[in-house]
Structure formats: structure tokens, C-alpha cells
């Protein structure tokens, strides 16, 4: 009877011990094939990327590929930091939810609530319609007079003031139609509810709490430690063209690293800044009036990868391009940030994230 028990007892430590090392291996497979793809992508002598991945709260590969600055032939780092562009509308999504949670807002408040003397042409455009891009305001970044200011400190007021009298594209709830506009009101909202400028809102309840030392407001004078430079490429590569961060606010102005971004997913889910049920709105994939789904949440769109729910979002500001996936089910974040403009991530990051829910 001993012997038997024994017997079993060494079966199953076997049985481990093989679906460890087929794990490792596949593993370390994975690896090298994404070494492979990344190096590919970003070859060492042109403008580069960081990626990172994990699984279930742990780092299992963090790479940094090709240059950081081309002039100074800087050789890429993780710790590098980079522009973010559209993922900033993520951090503020989440700090409407944080006002939301706090009850100085609603999400069905309408925007003369906090702009009274804003045009709504007899419509009614709620928090809601502005976080999932169905309001059918103007997005100021399809304004073609744009490029004629985009060099200018504005206000946050004389940015709205740009846009605001545009005519509607739609009735708000009838379509879907991504809209920068849209995150610079709530941007607006947030200041105006919290009393902080967005900065300062941004650092003191995300950056301060989960200890992000390496995220920021983006600054053109302010030296920031291993920051990355941006790149174009006609037919050269070329410096990434000046803009007032004054226009990409709340919609895109926020610079991080791959570490940073992956603390930021984890307390998400771990619900260190959010209670569960209200990050669930944010993970929501909402309806037009019709019924019709929209694949949109509040600063995540809403799709699926490798047959199941991917929570992801794309940036673009010049010079930079970024690209982050969560899936919920394999507890899979990736997060890929590229120092060109004409490289972007996406792609190889939705690749990374369906190789990595095998793990």
C-alpha cells in the first residue's frame, strides 16, 4: 500500500515537472519569437520601440529596439520615455470615473452644466456621449484651420472656443465618430469640478498613488530624464514636427514608459483607483440609439482577440506612436510604444497579446 502511494506520488511530481518544462519551453519559444517580429520591425539603425508583456501581473518580457535619438545614435532603453498621444484618453476616462465615484458628477450631466453658453443646437449632450465619441461634435483635429494655430499656447477655453461653433456632424447617440474634442470638454469638466488644472489632477491621484515616476504632461522646455525623441520619414527621416501640447490636453499630452503603463493596467485591475463595477463602464462596449453596438467603452475600444473580449487603444501624436491590449480572460496587458510616426505598434502588439494568451 506504501509502495503504491509512492508510486502516485511520483507519477504526479512527474506529471508537473513535464508540464513545467513544456511550459518553459514554450515559453522561451515565445521569446525568441517575438525577438524575431520586434527586431524585424525595428531594426537597430532607425528609429525604435519598447514593448512590454505580462501575464497576470507578472513581466515575462520587456525589450527595447532600435534608436531612442537618431542625431546622437542613442541606442533605445525600457526605461525610455515616450509621447502617448490617444492612450492618454484612458487616464482621462478614469478620472471622470474617479468624479463619478466621488458624486460631483453624473455621467448623464449635460455640458451647459459646466459650459452654459456652450451651442447645443437644441440637443442634449451628456458625459456619456463625450467619453464613448458619440456626442456628433466637431472634432477640432478635422478642422483644416487647425494647422494655422497648432503652434500656439492656447487657453483651455480658446481651444473649445476654436471649436465649438462647428456645425454638429450628427445628433448625439446616432453614430459614432472619434472625437478628440470630446476629451478636451471633459478634460475641462475635470479641472473645473476638481479645481486642479488636468496636470495636476493627472499626477496627484494616478501618477503620485501608483508611484509612476517616469509619466508625465508632456513639456518642450522641461528636461525629462531618458526621454525619447520623435521622428517622421518622408523619404528620410526627419524631426518630428513642433505643436503646442496646448491642443492635445486631455486627448492625447501625457508621455510614459512601457513599466509605467503596465502599473497603470495592474491597479486598474486590481482596483486600486476604481471599484470594480465603476471600471466596468469604462469596459462597457456601448449602443448607438438604434441598438447598434459602437465597440467603444469610455477611452477603451471594445473588441475581440483570439475569441475573446481585447480592452485596447491606439495613440498617434507626432513623432510617436503607441498601442496597448488587456485581455481580461487570459490576464494578458501588452503594451508596444514606438519613436516614429511611421511605425506604428498596433499590429504587432494584437500579435504579441494573441502569442501571449498561450502562455
Known amino acids: ?123 442634449k449632450i451628456t458625459v456619456h456621449h463625450l467619453l464613448n465619441h458619440t456626442s456628433g461634435i466637431k472634432s477640432y483635429t478635422s478642422i483644416k484651420k487647425l494647422y494655422s494655430i497648432d503652434r500656439n499656447d492656447l487657453t483651455l477655453l480658446e481651444l473649445i472656443d476654436f471649436f465649438k461653433n462647428e456645425p454638429m456632424d450628427f445628433n448625439p447617440g446616432e453614430k459614432y465618430k472619434y472625437n478628440n474634442s470630446g476629451y478636451i470638454l471633459l478634460g475641462y469638466i475635470i479641472e473645473k469640478i476638481s479645481g486642479l488644472s488636468y496636470e495636476d489632477f493627472i499626477s496627484m491621484n494616478i501618477y503620485e498613488k501608483l508611484n509612476m515616476k517616469n509619466s508625465s504632461y508632456a513639456n518642450h522646455r522641461k528636461i525629462i530624464k531618458n526621454r525619447a525623441s520623435g521622428y ?60 447598434e453596438k459602437i465597440n467603444y467603452g469610455y477611452g477603451w475600444k471594445i473588441k475581440t482577440l483570439e475569441n475573446e473580449p481585447s480592452y485596447e487603444h491606439s495613440g498617434f501624436i507626432f513623432g510617436f506612436k503607441s498601442m496597448g491590449v488587456y485581455l481580461p480572460k487570459s490576464n494578458v496587458y501588452v503594451v508596444g510604444l514606438s519613436n516614429c510616426d511611421c511605425n506604428s505598434p498596433t499590429k504587432i502588439t494584437r500579435e504579441l497579446a494573441k502569442l501571449a494568451s498561450r502562455l
Open 1 to 123: 500500500m506504501k509502495n503504491a502511494l509512492n508510486l502516485k506520488y511520483v507519477l504526479k511530481l512527474i506529471v508537473i515537472l513535464l508540464i513545467n518544462f513544456t511550459n518553459n519551453l514554450y515559453s522561451q519559444n515565445i521569446k525568441s519569437t517575438v525577438d524575431s517580429l520586434l527586431l524585424e520591425q525595428f531594426p537597430p539603425n532607425g528609429p525604435g520601440a519598447t514593448f512590454l508583456i505580462a501575464k497576470d501581473g507578472n513581466v515575462v518580457y520587456s525589450k527595447s529596439f532600435g534608436l531612442s535619438n537618431l542625431e546622437l545614435n542613442t541606442k533605445m532603453l525600457t526605461e525610455n520615455v515616450f509621447e502617448i498621444g490617444s492612450m492618454t484618453k484612458q487616464f482621462t476616462a478614469v478620472s471622470i470615473l474617479m468624479l463619478v465615484e466621488q458624486g460631483k458628477i453624473s455621467l448623464t450631466d449635460e455640458i451647459t452644466k459646466f459650459i452654459p453658453d456652450y451651442p447645443i443646437n437644441g440637443q
Open 232 to 291: 517622421h520619414k518622408k523619404e528620410t527621416y526627419q524631426n518630428s514636427r513642433y505643436i503646442s501640447y496646448s491642443l492635445s490636453h486631455a486627448a492625447g499630452v501625457l508621455m510614459s514608459t512601457v513599466g509605467d503603463l503596465n502599473i497603470w493596467q495592474q491597479a486598474l485591475i486590481t482596483n486600486k483607483l476604481l471599484k470594480k463595477e465603476t471600471l466596468q463602464k469604462a469596459f462597457t462596449n456601448y449602443t448607438l440609439n438604434s441598438g
